[in-house]
């Protein structure tokens, strides 16, 4: 395996991990950037690959643009379609890519790993037709494509809004998008909008999109049930809900649609920081596990920092804040001057965007509502096609935790090792032992925490042996 050594490794090549390079490389400092995907940029600034796909956020392309600037005065070596596999002692991190693999010797290390979507289970909730809509955005944003003829979009957050209008833009049409949360929960966003008027701009911009167009935005409803019809997603079932989200099962309506967006918030993508060794404490409002930070980004591990949704989901704002305080952070302890007055107008910038972040927490924390709406024979585990009759009765003979309930069902053995289906298990076995999530605990992610090749790990300048 070859060995390699940096100043500054930065893993994560979304808003976080691109504004931390940056502002390392700004101070004189040199970083190695590693990003699983093929372009810079993350979910939210996404780079479109063809022509007839919408135009790329002009912050992302602002970022890659400086990105870019930085590479050519040899500041910032950037490694695409480049993912962690593993991290050894002394923090040498392994990443491969494609067949060459290496192990990378840091003085500091930024993880800004970014988050992913919390679909938890329902009725039919695998049946093709279903995505997620974050899914359904790369298929736009990426290739310009339409996710299908007949397209809703359910679950809370403001991720529905934003793809509907995204969609509608286009020229695709949109049945309509179903809000989890009452239409009071949004009111609050106004009063802080003034804090982040580009947020505010666009959610607005996203709105009128949708009123012009005619969709309608159903708030306080959520999806109960995805209908199949010859194998195909045919129609669903939605209901109003109480405060709890618990559905009124005797108001469903039922819809024609070939095509489900689903999306209820995001979680961090908080393993990378398990594998690490940081100390881990769970939070809520911000999406579950996440490491435990000082007011630099540095972690419980001082040559470790952590920034973006990662470590608390919060927006591609509040990512790039955070990624650029970590890079003026880290600067600052590899020797860098200046960095004082720079990093304290980035924590009075974060400290303007707190009331922001607690109004969206306040929306898109999901509520015990959607617990109730498994069934014995709804698929919980994907990779291992487990049914909730079977994990339930894994947690009442004593599995509940994860090490003890993945041995008893199988449960998070897949290729995902339980990154997708814990977060609503979790939920479920709370609420039957009567537990907090705390309790409950996480995951244990072991290596190799991507797939990874024998060779690749052997390969020595790119050739196997």
Partial sequence: ???????????????????????????????????????????????????????????????????ADHSRRGRIDVRSNTAV???????????????RSALVSAKKIILAPGAHEYVPPFPGWTTPGVMTAGAAQ????TMGL??????????????????????????????????????????????????APRLMAEGLGYLATLRKAGVPVQYGRIVTQAHEE??????????????DWVPDTTSIESEEIDTLCMSYGLI??????????????????????????????????????AAGDGTGVAGSVVAQLEGELAGLSAAKALGARDTDARIG????????MRPVREALDAISIPRPGLQTLIRDDTIVCRCEELTWSEVRAGVENGGTKFRTLKPATRLGMGPCQARFCWPSMSRQIAKIAALDSDQIGPISPRPPIRPVTLGAVAAEQGETS
């Avoid at 970083?31 to 479109?48: F, H, T, W």
């Avoid at 593993?86 to 067949?99: D, H, L, M, P, R």
């Avoid at 790369?138 to 944003?141: A, G, R, Y």
């Fill in 345 to 352: 107008k980035v924590h009075r910038a974060l400290e303007r």
């Fill in 268 to 305: 961090p993508r908080s393993f990378i920081f398990q594998i690490f060794g940081c100390e881990m404490n769970y939070r809520e409002d911000i999406g579950g596990w996440v490491p435990t930070r000082n007011t630099d980004m540095t972690t419980s591990l001082p040559n470790v920092y």
């Fill in 85 to 99: 596999w593993s991290v050894f002692k002394n923090n040498e991190v392994a990443i491969v890519a494609g067949n």
């Fill in 1 to 67: 395996m070859i060995r390699e050594n940096t100043d500054l490794l930065i893993v994560g090549g979304g808003p976080a991990g691109m504004s931390a390079a940056i502002a390392a490389a700004s101070c004189g400092v040199r970083s190695v950037l590693v990003d699983e995907g093929s372009e810079l940029g993350g979910q939210v600034y996404r780079k479109p690959l063809v022509p007839d796909a919408p135009k790329a956020h002009p912050t992302g392309e602002a970022l890659r643009l400086a990105i």
């Fill in 230 to 243: 010859n194998g195909m997603l045919a129609r669903i079932s939605h209901a109003p809900v109480d405060d």
């Fill in 138 to 141: 790369i298929m736009l944003k």
């Fill in 146 to 195: 339409r996710p299908g003829k007949r397209i809703a979009i359910a679950g809370s957050g403001p991720l529905l809004v934003a793809l509907a209008a995204q969609l509608v833009r286009k020229g695709f049409p949109v049945a309509n998008v179903i809000e989890a949360s009452p239409f009071r929960a949004w009111l609050k966003l106004p009063i802080q909008g003034w804090r």
